[in-house]
């Protein structure tokens, strides 16, 4: 996939910003539906939040790090890899979202969860509108992040910034059906 640099950190802002707007209308919403499921094995509202923030606890601080650690020059066009552009877009929600696993360390499953998970998000939401704009002046296909699950894979900082939001977007999704 080749996109525009500029175009492609407009288009992620643009749904982190929607995610924003979703986390703060829920808000008015009571705990308990907050925290309602569907079915035993499903997730609620709040645990669809609670799973974004310990992705966000990751991909948040190495993201910084890589953007303040590089000294690249922005490029015009951002070239996703095939591993990056594999994970992107396995992210994306489908029609019918497929359930995938998740590692157990990611599993909010029947935590106990209140409205600060969700002032937690939006917060985690601003950093990243604030690292995608930092991004604007490096090179997306230069910079390299690692991922949660291993150290030894590095994906292009345009890719992880599409895997994570495209991941947000995906739960966002899933909570919005709760609704």
């Known amino acids: 996939m080749k996109i525009p640099t500029l175009q492609l950190i407009d288009e992620l802002k643009k749904i982190t910003e929607e995610n924003i707007q979703f986390a703060e209308n829920l808000l008015n919403e009571t705990d308990e539906k907050l925290n309602f499921r569907l079915s035993e094995k499903s997730w609620s509202i709040l645990e669809c939040i609670e799973h974004l923030n310990r992705y ?12 303040e650690n590089s000294s690249t020059k922005s490029t015009k ?25 998740t590692f157990k360390s990611m599993n909010p499953i029947h935590s106990k969860l209140d409205k600060s998970f969700l002032n937690e998000f939006i917060h985690q939401q601003k950093q990243m509108i604030d690292l995608l704009n930092e991004a604007k002046n490096i090179d997306l296909n230069k910079v390299k992040t690692s991922i949660s ?12 910034f599409r895997f994570v939001i495209y991941h947000n977007l995906r739960h966002i999704k899933q909570a919005k059906k709760n609704l």
């Open 77 to 101: 066009i951002f070239s996703s890899g095939i591993l990056g552009n594999y994970f992107a877009n396995s992210m994306l929600p489908k029609e019918k979202l497929n359930s995938m696993k």
């Open 56 to 67: 966000g606890n990751f991909y948040i601080p190495e993201i910084s790090k890589r953007i």
């Open 149 to 160: 699950i291993s150290n030894l894979i590095k994906l292009k900082l345009g890719d992880t």
